[in-house]
């Protein structure tokens, strides 16, 4: 493993341990909405404090910066690490354990090296650069699934403006291709799920660069390919990604594109009434 990815998962598995630790007490908390922000920002700000402590004290004039994190070290750094401590806090805080730690190096704003932990399940998904994605020291890749409408994808509620229609269109079959979609909550964990073939493809829009950068490594060291919403490689710009096999690739993109017409025309049809 590279000395720089053996760091990042040393810090991922510190913060983990804080994030397990703090898990046990949920059930203490009462309904008290300030009460749990308080204690979900205490601890955000534990994670992050040992994750970064623990990636500055090898690598001082590195860049560091994520969801929680402002942007420290030096201007215009060559190597920056995108982190985020603790990816869904709103499945974190209901008990519910889907959530994880994400960790990305890049240079020049290439991906590296990447880190998605998961604490409740101990699991461990690592990518370096051409060196392929890894599940507890285990070489994983994309599921081989040829057929569209036995797929199973993953995608976020909040974050796609069409989903009602995508779920109207397989609800009622008026798409017999429709695959079933699942919403996990945690972003990282629906890429980690494509790469070691739990989901066969992941679709959101608006999403941040800490999102994604450790994610999508994961995701082509796999096996698994990245587009736009369009099949074209503005994702990290724009946020919207779809991430899938090779064979269900294709298939996603023209369902996407599907839906956003659908939704055009009943915003058409709404506006001329």
């Keep these: 493993m590279h000395p720089m990815l053996n760091i990042a998962v040393k810090a991922a598995r510190r913060a983990g341990k804080i994030i397990n630790q703090a898990s046990l007490n949920l059930e203490r908390m009462n309904s008290n909405t300030k009460f749990k922000q308080n204690y979900l920002v205490e601890i955000n700000v534990a994670a992050e404090k040992i994750i970064l402590e623990t990636l500055q004290a090898s690598y001082p ?27 869904n806090t709103t499945n974190f805080i209901y008990g519910l ?6 960790i990305a190096l890049t240079k020049n704003r290439q991906t590296l090296q990447s880190v ?9 998904f690592t990518a370096g650069k051409g060196n392929g994605t890894f599940l507890n020291n285990r070489r994983i890749r994309v599921s081989g699934r040829s057929y569209f409408n036995e797929s199973l994808l993953g995608t976020n509620h909040s974050n796609i403006i069409n989903y009602s229609s995508l779920c109207s269109m397989q609800q009622n079959k008026m798409n017999p291709e429709c ?8 972003v990282v964990l629906n890429l980690a799920y494509v790469a070691c073939g739990r ?8 999403l941040k660069s800490w999102n994604l950068n450790a994610g999508s490594l ?22 919207n990604i779809l991430a899938a096999t090779p064979k269900i690739l ?3 993109i023209r369902l996407i594109e599907n839906s956003h017409h659908v939704s ?3 915003v058409e049809k709404s506006t001329k009434n």
């Design 61 to 87: 004039n590195h860049a560091f910066w994520g969801e929680e994190i402002n942007y420290q070290g030096p201007k215009k750094a060559e190597f920056q690490w995108i982190i985020d401590s603790l990816d």
């Design 97 to 102: 354990p889907v959530y994880a730690i994400s």
């Design 116 to 124: 998605i932990y998961d604490p409740s399940r101990n699991e461990l």
């Design 179 to 186: 695959p079933y979609i699942r919403c996990l909550g945690s």
């Design 199 to 206: 989901l066969d493809g992941f679709f959101c829009q608006g």
């Design 218 to 239: 994961i995701v082509q060291e796999a096996g698994g390919l990245i587009s736009d919403f369009s099949g074209n490689q503005t994702w990290m710009k724009s946020g």
């Design 250 to 252: 294709n298939n996603m």
């Design 264 to 266: 055009q025309k009943n």
